[in-house]
Every structure is written in C-alpha cells, then in structure tokens.
C-alpha cells in the first residue's frame, strides 16, 4: 500500500515571497505519477502540477515548480511570487500506474495561507 | 467544455437511510473516481469506474457501491447511514485512467443526522 505524508499542517508566506511545502511517500512501484493539488476555501480542486516518476527532469508550471526526488520518495512544491489567489489547501498525492492505476492516494493536505 | 457536475450539492439525511450521489465527468472522460473527504480522515479514496467497470476500491465497507453507465455519469449509493458518513464527497473525472489529470467537481457535502 502507498502512504503519502505532508508533514506541515499549516504554512504562511508573505505576498511576493517562495515558500516550499514538503511531501514524502513511500511505494514500492517503479513507475508511478505524483500530482500536487490546490482547493481553496469553499472552492473546487484544481491540479497544480504534475510529475511522472520516470522523468528526471522536475516539472515546472509558471510560478510552481517541484523537487523530485526519486530515491528520497520525496516531491516537494515550491511556490514563487506568492500571491494571495494561492491561499489554499495543497493536496500531494500518488497513483501507480499499473493495475491499481485508478487508486489514488492523498496527503492531509497543507493549508497555505499568503500575507499581504 | 463543461467542468465535472454533482448532483445534489448539500443533502441531509438521518441515520439508517440510503442516498445516492450522481456525477457527470467532463465529455469525453471515461474515468471516473470517487473520495471522501472529512477533517479527520483527509481524502480517502472509495473508488474508480472505468467503462462501466469498477477498476479498483478503496476500504470501504459494503454500504459504498456505486455504478457507471454507458455515457461515463456515475452514481455512488451509501446505504444505512451513519454519523461517520458526514462528509464532502467528491467526483473527479480523467480522460483515461487516474494517472491522468484528475479534474474534480465541486463536491455534494453529505450531512447525517
């Protein structure tokens, strides 16, 4: 079984600044998909990135960009230019891509919350 | 294209009663996965269709089924409601399997009483 581990409840930044939230899983696939997402309050999640554990290269998308770390198990996201729009709960999460494919499994989620 | 749509959004029910819970993915979607989330438990996952087809299934009890039909829409049933049911059930649909970009609805907020 996967387990997903977001160890900061809660985190704030200051509007402009980078913050960095941490995710660490344990698996025992070789080949699998790790996805960080945003729901923010009273609204719908949305994917935020999305990283495929064969590619070495992390993925970036605009202001976020991850640290993936495949031997570590660990996929961190980092937020630059915070704005207050980022205010929200971030999801890490895991899906194997063989037979299990379809069973995801989440993190408890990091509030992040931007300062003006 | 239209975002993934659940239907009803808020439901009250009492303890012992069943209820049913419809999502319609985005067209062309064919994957369709289920979650529970509370603030105790986090998102928990209940399971996946995939061509009117459970393809995996979390650790639910037996009360938790749910179907696909042919044009993707899915339903989830709880029967013999319990407190511990309370909870944001969300739908996410993908264009194949869950591997894939999981786009979510807005959630029915279920409250048991």
């Known amino acids: 079984a996967q387990t997903v581990t977001q160890s900061q409840p809660e985190m704030s930044v200051q509007e402009a600044e980078t913050v960095t939230l941490s995710c660490t899983y344990d698996?025992?696939?070789?080949?699998?998909?790790l996805f960080w997402y945003k729901q923010p309050p009273s609204r719908q999640m949305i994917l935020v990135i999305r990283?495929?554990?064969?590619?070495?290269q992390n993925a970036t998308e605009n202001r976020f960009s991850v640290n993936f770390q495949k031997a570590a198990k660990s996929f961190s996201l980092k937020i630059s230019d915070s704005q207050l729009g980022d205010t929200a709960m971030y999801f890490c999460?895991?899906?194997?891509?063989?037979?299990?494919?379809?069973?995801?499994?989440f993190g408890d989620g990091t509030t992040l919350t931007v300062k003006p | 294209k239209a975002g993934v749509t659940q239907t009803p959004r808020y439901l009250i029910k009492t303890r012992g009663q069943q209820v049913t819970l419809s999502c319609s993915p985005i067209?062309?979607?064919?994957?369709v996965s289920w979650y529970q989330q509370t603030p105790g438990q986090g998102l928990q996952f209940l399971f996946e269709?995939?061509?009117?087809?459970?393809?995996n299934k979390g650790n639910f009890p037996g009360r938790f089924s749910g179907r696909q039909f042919s044009n993707s829409r899915s339903e989830m049933n709880v029967s013999t409601l319990e407190l511990g049911d309370s909870a944001l059930y969300l739908c996410?649909?993908?264009?194949?399997?869950?591997?894939?970009?999981?786009?979510f609805g807005p959630g029915t907020r279920l409250l048991v009483l």
């Open positions: 996410a649909s993908s264009l194949l399997r869950a591997q894939e970009t999981q786009y």
């Open positions: 698996t025992s696939e070789s080949n699998y998909y």
């Open positions: 990283q495929e554990a064969y590619k070495q």
């Open positions: 999460a895991f899906s194997p891509s063989n037979t299990n494919a379809g069973k995801s499994t």
């Open positions: 067209s062309g979607h064919r994957s």
């Open positions: 269709y995939f061509s009117e087809t459970q393809r």
